[in-house]
């Protein structure tokens, strides 16, 4: 799973999971070929706008090596793709998909069809069903990750995937006419070890058990299967010759959904699997739902936590209203794209907006990096604060280092643009106001007469170069290499001494 946003990877790790799959993450390609180097997954779903490395990038690399291009991938994108990008996804990918509900159903049929061609025990087929889909069944199967869940495009609600689990092939092959006739998929296990490793591998809706069997018998088998968390919710049904009422009661308290005793009334046992296989249905819908709203509510937080600091979040949700805070020394750092109106003018949509998401994503990264807080850009301006909401002692130093990266990373990705970029950054030391303000698409904002300079310092700057102020040269002399630019007379601060910082002492 090659996605850059957490939540979307933790909700469709969870999805897949629940499918029986084991999920690798990465976060961008780069991470994602270094997976791929510790050995090929069977299917890869990959985002295409993510920092670092792109779709796009990723997918031209894997071209290059004679295994990874045989690995089938599958894009899911919110991005609405030109004819371009169409164009250079032609041959590289096996399915192209939007990230929505509707398109996760054909991500599942793929990802059914590649486990199928794995090795491995195929079920007994059951006969042809309706098509036909209640609202219920077409709300599962959008997203059917419970383990066990048959809720298949296409089977009616009373017909399932039923393991038949018993020592004696003569039971077995009889409780399999029975059950293929009423509609039902079937696997047989020939004993409880076998019955286990099945269950582990393969999703069903009922098992029934036999009793007494030599290897491991149904009471160790039913404990097994209750214990495991992928398996706790699958009915069985125990069936056994033994008709003494201690041992159903047995296996009632062990977890057992019914007791049956040989010979058995088929009637019954087509009542019984019927009913189990039902409520079993109305489980995985509840599951499904509890599934969704979770990752819905996830990705609310996620989102919050995006806008906000995670201490501002927590003020919050312990109903704090008016927040609103003073912090005695902070440092403020803004940027600007230098000429960005006339380049913008010159750019398709899809063009400019990919280009500054790859350069403010890889910002984003640094001001993580350097624990400085983002706090908002405004078209093509990036503005970060050190020293709030938690005061941090090196707030200089890590604007500091976050001014030199920035310049690093312009450098690194310039080559790669049509259009290349030039930047100002100003920095500035002093006292702010901190607080959130709106109603409805609030923020967390900084005020004073300190942000007001250092968008000064900016606003002066030349081209590619991080212009300071005294209040932040002096306290670093030491540790960074500044150049004084001299007396400076700026719009609303007056004469003031002003300096450019050049690298850190001691670095190539």
Known sequence: MVEDEESTRRMMRLILEREGCVVAEAENGRVALERLDAGPPDLIVLDLMMPAMDGFE???ECGKNETWRKIPIVVMTAKKLTAADRRRLEGGVAMLLEKSDDDLDALLALLRDVIA???????AAAPPASTAKTADDRAVSQIPVIKGSAAVAGRPLTTGHVLVVDDLETNRELLKRHLVRDGHTVTLADGGRQALAVADREPFDVILLDLMMPD?????????????GRTENIPVIMISALNEEKHAIQCIEAGAEDYLTKPFDIVLLRARINSCIERKRAHDREEVYRVRLEAEKEKSEDLLLNILPPKIVDRINAGEELIADRFDSVSVLFSDLVGFTEI????GPSELVHSLNRLFSCF?????????EKVKTIGDAYMVVAGLP??????KEACAEMALGMIKVLDEINPTLAKPFDIRIGIHSGPVVAGIIGKHKFVYDVWGSTVNIASRFESYCI????????????????KFV???????????VGEIETFFLKGRKGAA
């Open 58 to 60: 990723f997918l031209a």
């Open 117 to 123: 061609k794995r090795p491995g025990p195929t079920p």
């Open 216 to 228: 491991l018998n149904g009471f160790a088998v039913l404990s097994r299967l209750k214990a495991d």
């Open 344 to 347: 913008s003018a010159s750019m």
């Open 364 to 372: 984003d990264l640094l001001a993580k990096q350097f624990g400085v």
């Open 390 to 395: 938690d005061p941090k002692p090196d707030h």
């Open 463 to 478: 081209p590619n170069h991080i212009h300071v102020s005294a209040e932040l040269a002096g306290p670093l002399a030491e």
């Open 482 to 492: 500044f150049e004084s630019r001299g007396l400076l007379k700026m719009r609303g």
